[in-house]
């Protein structure tokens, strides 16, 4: 069965403070992990993309990477703001065999608190 | 334009009502999708629709009624919803295995 963890479930850390989000899955075959932020009752917003070949991905504060060999990734932001405290969830997708019909298997996200 | 727009934002209904839920994009994806989420859940597949025809329904009750007149457009008919019901619905949209881009859902609450 496809799943997706994630750790920690919850962090709280001060604002300007770096932290790091886990994942790790078990999805076969994989296409690619994709990393969300989705604040209360809003929608998810895609923070990066990565697939088999790809190490490492940047969009601003926020580096992701990926050791397709271990089946890990994780989600680093730099320098934290107010703003980034949200819901943040790893989204793995397998190969799909046909166009529109690819499943994607989310982890339960960790909820992250900045505090001032 | 790189969005996903839903519409309403919030919507509040009694388990006689009829009503419907919209997303719109422009992005060209042909594959669109709707998702219900419960609080502190992670989103579950309702439909998927490929090039306008419906190609997954995750077994999901009638009183929930899919439709995607076009490629821009999809709507999710409700009717005699349960308290139950009352969840984050998610439009999302997809180009092959990139740019699944979701909307800001609708909030529904069923009384």
């Not at chain 1, 046909?98 to 989310?106: A, S, Y």
């Not at chain 2, 919030?10 to 060209?28: A, D, P």
């Not at chain 2, 909307?103 to 609450?109: C, D, E, H, K, M």
């Amino acid at each position: 069965k496809n799943q997706v963890e994630q750790s920690p479930q919850s962090l709280i850390i001060l604002e300007g403070k770096n932290c790091t989000l886990q994942c790790n899955y078990t999805v076969s075959p994989f296409s690619n992990l994709r990393w969300y932020k989705q604040d209360t009752g809003r929608g998810p917003v895609s923070l990066t993309i990565m697939t088999f070949s790809e190490n490492t991905k940047s969009n601003g504060r926020y580096t992701a990477t990926l050791d397709a060999d271990t089946k890990q990734s994780s989600l680093h932001i730099t320098a934290s703001q107010l703003s980034d405290s949200a819901s943040y969830i790893c989204v793995v997708s397998a190969e799909q065999s046909n166009f529109g019909n690819e499943k994607l298997t989310f982890g339960t996200g960790t909820r992250l608190t900045i505090i001032p | 334009d790189t969005e996903v727009t839903q519409t309403p934002k919030h919507l509040v209904m009694g388990m006689t009502n009829k009503k419907s839920l919209k997303c719109e994009q422009h992005m060209g994806h042909r594959a669109m999708y709707w998702y219900k989420q419960k609080a502190k859940k992670p989103p579950e597949l309702m439909f998927v629709y490929s090039y306008e025809k419906l190609s997954i329904n995750e077994s999901v009750p009638s009183r929930f009624s899919p439709e995607c007149p076009n490629s821009s457009l999809l709507n999710l008919h409700l009717h005699a919803l349960q308290p139950e019901d009352s969840a984050l619905y998610l439009c999302a949209s997809a180009a092959a295995n990139y740019g699944y881009t979701f909307g800001s859902g609708t909030r529904l609450t069923v009384v």
